[in-house]
């Protein structure tokens, strides 16, 4: 009794496993079948690289993690233009991808409403070759006092521009390279006003590379560093006048014209004048 027991509960643990991998089986060949093919890279991809078709392939994947702007067609991808650094096996999308017609280059790594702008730099400014493309920089200006009396001329150090994006170092956009390089000039991706300032400024002031951390948007909203707060001075007042400079005479005032003496009356034409001595007077005839 006790082993027809035992028999009739190893066999319903063996139908119960039976029916649970069965089960399972039909779940995945569901979810196989459910899947769709999407274009990933099957090499690393550069940015601003045209796209090949040795350098994409087609894999499953499951329907419901597909990433949106996913393509199902290798062929839609012919002669498009990477915007950004595509990772092998990465799935290749359109938010990634420069628009149709775009050219290939630097250009098609600008994102729409930016522009390009590359200033000059040297091992210094340039953060000592540690801004890579991908990272972001504050620019610095520094505008040295123009010796003048006026405080608007003293001397002073600003940030002007924050989170600027660098595009390039020297002629070379890649981002997989994180080894510091010295390079002579960095383009940055900039906002039209952003473009005017700048330029402004490095017409104004020498230039400075300030690399920040790239997942802080805080702004810096500072007043500038001067001469006096670097040194803990008290702000210049306005320089007063200078009292050892020789004074200019004031013209002396002109002499009062003298007054006109009186002219005795001319002589009537109907009459003569005499004379009596010292005396004269006119004599008038009828």
């Known amino acids: 009794m006790r082993n027809s027991r035992a028999l009739m509960i190893v066999g319903l643990a063996l139908f119960l496993a039976v029916a649970a991998v069965l089960v399972a089986a039909k779940w995945m060949s569901e979810q196989g079948a459910a899947g769709t093919r999407v274009v990933v890279a ?9 796209l090949a078709a040795t350098s ?9 993690a597909v990433p949106a702007g996913a393509v199902t067609d ?22 990634k ?38 990272n972001y920089v504050d620019v610095l200006v520094n505008l040295a006092a123009a010796g003048g009396n006026d405080l608007r001329e003293q001397s002073i150090s600003k940030i002007v521009l924050e989170r600027i994006l ?29 473009v005017e300032k700048l330029d402004l400024a490095r017409s104004i002031g ?20 001067t001469r006096e707060s670097v040194l803990g001075l008290p702000a210049l007042a306005a320089a007063p006048a200078r009292s050892d400079l020789p004074r200019v ?37 009828n």
């Open 42 to 50: 099957a090499a690393d991809i550069g940015q601003g690289t045209h």
């Open 56 to 64: 994409l392939q087609l894999v499953d994947w499951p329907a419901g």
């Open 74 to 95: 290798p062929k839609l991808l012919e002669s498009r233009i990477a915007r950004t650094d595509i990772a092998k096996g990465e799935p290749v999308l359109e938010a």
């Open 97 to 134: 991808l420069a628009p149709v017609g775009t050219a290939g280059g630097l250009s098609a790594v600008v994102a729409a409403g930016k522009r390009a702008m590359t200033v000059r730099v040297n091992d210094v400014v340039g953060v000592a070759g540690f801004a890579l493309p991908g």
């Open 166 to 194: 660098v595009l390039a170092v020297a002629q070379e956009s890649n981002r997989d390279d994180s080894k510091p390089r010295v390079v002579n000039a960095v383009t940055l991706e900039l906002a039209p006003e952003q």
């Open 206 to 225: 020498s230039l400075s590379l300030v690399l920040r951390n790239q997942v802080d948007p805080q702004a810096a909203n500072t007043a500038g560093a």
């Open 249 to 285: 005479a004031e013209p002396a005032p002109a002499p009062a014209a003298a007054p006109a003496r009186a002219r005795p009356a001319a002589p009537r034409a109907d009459g003569v004048l005499v004379i009596r001595g010292l005396d004269a007077a006119p004599q008038a005839f």
